[in-house]
């Protein structure tokens, strides 16, 4: 079966409860007016029956009219737009007197009808409502006064209604449910534009983006929210291109210098020692080109990867001195100085690995940056809610124009004024990505030919 569009869906919808909402007004309508002129033929018979129980007396068990004469010729003159039939009977049901408008008609007297009820009954093929009133003599039922008036008026009037609103009744849900139609369609007109609009996104057009509409509705926060995500994906598809255009050039270099190395050496014997320089030069090479592979790996194994992490309670002041120790060759190269300012022990709820990794980075960072003899120091202070970590080197500091890149991937500061600073470029990348994950804070602090300092910041 095929389903209804969304248009066509909004409009039933609303038509179904229109159509409810319409047939019980309908059905109200029809109730008041019917109710109404019941009320109206049950007033007018009552009267009757007040006034001609008036004009009667009851004498030795008979029914008599006072002026019988007097009361046929008004009964027979008397014009009315719904004249009342009067008939007398006796206990019996046997007809005593009627009024003249019933000619050769007679009333039929019900005896299985509660006495003084108002029902509808028939006169010949005629729907009347009448009432039938005992007449006592003394205790004893002696006969009935019968009254009853025309309903063939008040059903006409009951009949044309229901015809009217049974006919109006699909005329008018078929006007509304073009009239939804149409108003759906104008409402749902930036889904349109919406579906247009991802028709001719591809990964080479990803700069079109969806008209927001005026009205600022649920569609004009759902345009809003698909125009964001299409920024981000360009964004990040961008970021990706880039990434593979930066790592396929990293990692052409070394291999670039390897094989070039290479071919020199195989072009004519050369003595021992110079094909050792060589091959250990190729080993550098090789050793720089796993670092950059690892580092590429650690970028990708580790983005968006929340689910991954085993946060733990983490000794600050541990990991700190681990990587002072672990790069200690380093240090003892560059004649490097480690002032550590560790006042309390510090701890923090984090995964220790890649907490590890961050601040191995930051390290290496900054003996790599750092003057020979230089310092560097290690600094955690606390508050009432965060622990402020620090790591400090008085190195050749990064240009203030610099600082807004230095996270970016394969970005290196003064790559060209200092061309013996080996480095990939990806170090402060992965702290940054890795920070992001673990919701630290990470600020930088630098001046050209002074220094930089790093600064990680936890919530407690």
């Known amino acids: 079966m095929k389903q209804l569009s969304f248009k066509n869906r909004i409009a039933s919808n609303y038509i179904i409860t229109t159509a409810l909402l319409i047939f019980v007004v309908f059905f109200v309508i029809y109730s008041i007016v019917r109710f109404s002129v019941y009320v109206k033929v049950n007033n007018d018979i009552q009267s009757e029956v007040v006034k001609h129980l008036k004009e009667i007396k009851v004498q030795e068990n008979c029914v008599l009219l006072v002026r019988e004469e007097q009361w046929k010729a008004i009964q027979f003159n008397k014009v009315d737009v719904s004249p009342a039939f009067i008939q007398f009977v006796d206990e019996l049901g046997a007809i005593v007197n009627k009024s003249p408008n019933l000619k050769q008609k007679q009333l039929k007297y019900y005896p299985y009808i509660a006495n003084n009820t108002l029902f509808d009954g028939k006169l010949d093929n005629i729907n009347v409502r009448q009432i039938q009133v ?27 209604l229901f015809f009217v609103l049974l006919i109006a009744y699909p005329i008018i849900l078929l006007v509304l449910f073009l009239i939804a139609r149409f108003i759906a369609g104008r409402s749902i007109k930036p889904i ?54 930066d790592a396929s050039h990293e990692l052409r270099t070394p291999l670039a210098v390897i094989k070039g190395t290479l071919e020199v050496l195989v072009r004519k014997p050369r003595d021992p020692q110079e094909y050792k320089d060589k ?154 990505r890795l920070c992001i994950l673990l919701q630290i804070e990470l600020d930088i602090e630098s001046e050209e030919n002074k220094g930089t300092k790093l600064i990680l910041i936890f919530t407690k």
């Not at 006592?136 to 044309?160: R, Y």
């Not at 964004?235 to 255009?245: C, H, W």
């Not at 240009?399 to 991937?409: A, C, H, R, S, V």
């Open 279 to 432: 091959i250990d030069f190729c080993i550098n090479e090789v050793n720089r080109l796993n670092h950059l592979v690892d580092e590429l790996l650690l970028l990708a194994r580790f983005e968006n990867q929340k689910q991954t992490l085993k946060i733990e309670k983490v000794h600050l002041n541990a990991i700190f001195l681990d990587i002072i120790s672990r790069n200690s060759t380093l240090f003892d190269e560059k004649k490097l100085s480690c002032i550590s300012n560790f006042t309390n022990d510090y701890y923090v709820f984090t995964d220790h690995y890649l907490l590890s990794i961050i601040i191995n980075n930051i390290v290496s960072n900054a003996i790599k940056y750092s003057n020979n003899q230089g310092v560097i120091n290690f600094e955690i202070n606390e508050t009432d809610e965060k622990l402020i970590c620090s790591i400090t080197d008085y190195g050749i500091g990064i240009e203030k124009t610099e600082l807004n890149k230095i996270f970016e991937q394969f970005y290196r500061s003064k790559s060209n004024k200092h061309p013996e600073i080996k480095g990939t470029g990806l170090g402060l990348s992965i702290v940054k």
């Open 134 to 160: 005992p007449l006592f003599q003394g205790t004893k039922i002696i006969g009935f006064l019968i009254v009853a008036m025309s309903l063939e008026d008040s059903k006409m009037v009951l009949n044309n």
């Open 192 to 245: 349109s534009t919406i579906i247009e609009t991802s028709n001719i996104i591809t990964k080479d057009n990803l700069k079109s983006r969806i008209q927001l509409p005026q009205n600022r509705d649920e569609l004009f926060t759902l345009s809003k929210t698909i125009n964001n995500l299409l920024d981000r994906v360009e964004q990040t598809i961008e970021r990706e291109k880039q990434f593979a255009s």
